[in-house]
């Protein structure tokens, strides 16, 4: 069986996002996440970019967008 990828709290945020929404691009969700935190939008970005790498998100190519789902 697959190991869980560890999530800091901020990811958690991005995934709570994400499973509410079902799937975004990184705009969607940093217009989401502005509801609750302060974040730059790069901040964002990497938290979705880390969470990709841990493979606990997936995205696919959409033009010159990326849409991203839990």
Do not use: H
Request: charged content about 30%.
């Amino acid at each position: 069986m697959k190991e869980s990828p560890v999530i800091s709290d901020a990811e958690w945020e991005v995934m709570e996002v994400l499973w509410i929404a079902g799937k975004a691009t990184s705009e969607q969700i940093i217009s989401l996440l502005k509801r609750r935190r302060r974040w730059n939008p790069r901040t964002v970005k990497t938290l979705i970019n880390r969470l990709v790498k841990k493979n606990a998100v997936g995205f696919e190519a959409e033009g010159k967008r990326y849409v991203y789902q839990p």
